[in-house]
């Protein structure tokens, strides 16, 4: 908690600007995005932030604070952040209870990655070198696909700098024999009976020898979201892919989980 109150404490020192609403070509689809940025003329580094199956609205307060708490952090150590809305910018409600789902992580949500990265490198405020992934559950699976060697970008644009996934779905990544082209950390708790850890360290251990690098911590005794802030440990029902096939799940804050991922991602992204 001590870090926390420090990295907000240093975000309202560096004057971080209100967020601002953009909106961001993707083909046939606009993605509305909110965006934080430092104050100043730049250039910054930036990263591409995805939300989880809830979606950027409506949020559960708890999460929605979480979000924001780490766009701030992350702002004051320099870097600009834009959270594409993945679904409600295609009028699609939360997806954790949908089977089908109709925007994925392996197609759809890289697309959105991949659209909100080549905005950020058209702004003059931008390194455009120095743009990173940063996706929670279902974005951090959409991270982890987007940083597959397959879907390196075709054209001459920069490519991502490095890639973070928290609590990511890493099965049917391991199916597909999973690697990265970019520097990837993946950050998962052990406890975690929505997307288990076992298949996360199965996924690097398949991958070794023709990955570019990957680190991955798995923090024991953390459950599925366990970097939001003062969150009772909660049962879920009704969810999809969870490791109990009666769609049971438990999620909320492990401060040590916590503590040390608030520090960890923005090492990270800052190489």
């Given at each position: 908690m001590l870090l926390l109150a420090l990295a907000l404490a240093s975000a309202a020192n560096n004057a971080v600007a209100t967020p601002a609403h953009v909106d961001i070509p993707n083909g046939d689809v606009t993605l509305h995005a909110t965006l934080y940025r430092p104050e100043g003329a730049g250039p910054f580094p930036a990263v591409v932030a995805l939300h989880d199956c809830e979606g950027l609205t409506p949020r559960p307060a708890g999460a929605a604070q979480a979000y924001e708490q780490w766009a701030e952090l992350l702002v004051a150590d320099g870097f600009v952040v834009v959270f594409p809305d993945s679904f409600g910018s295609r009028g699609v409600g939360p997806q954790c209870r949908e089977t089908n789902r109709k925007v994925r992580a392996s197609r759809e949500r890289v697309a959105d990655a991949n659209a909100t990265r080549l905005w950020l490198q058209s702004q003059s405020y931008i390194r455009a070198e120095r743009v990173s992934l940063l996706g929670w559950s279902n974005g951090g699976s959409t991270a982890l696909w987007a940083a597959r060697p397959t879907a390196k970008p075709r054209d001459a644009s920069a490519d991502f700098r490095s890639a973070v996934a928290l609590y990511p779905d890493c099965?049917?990544?391991h199916q597909t024999a999973w690697s990265a082209r970019v520097p990837t950390l993946i950050l998962i708790g052990s406890a975690d009976d929505w997307t288990p850890a076992v298949a996360c360290q199965q996924m690097?251990?398949?991958?070794?020898?023709?990955?570019?690098?990957?680190?991955?911590i798995v923090y024991p005794g953390a459950h599925h979201e366990f970097d939001l802030a003062n969150a009772p440990i909660r049962l879920r029902t009704g969810l999809v892919n969870t490791v109990d096939p009666s769609g049971k799940a438990h999620g909320g804050t492990n401060p040590q989980a916590r503590s040390d991922a608030l520090k960890r991602v923005p090492q990270w992204l800052a190489r």
């Open positions: 099965r049917r990544l690097v251990a398949g991958a070794r020898g023709r990955s570019a690098r990957v680190q991955l």
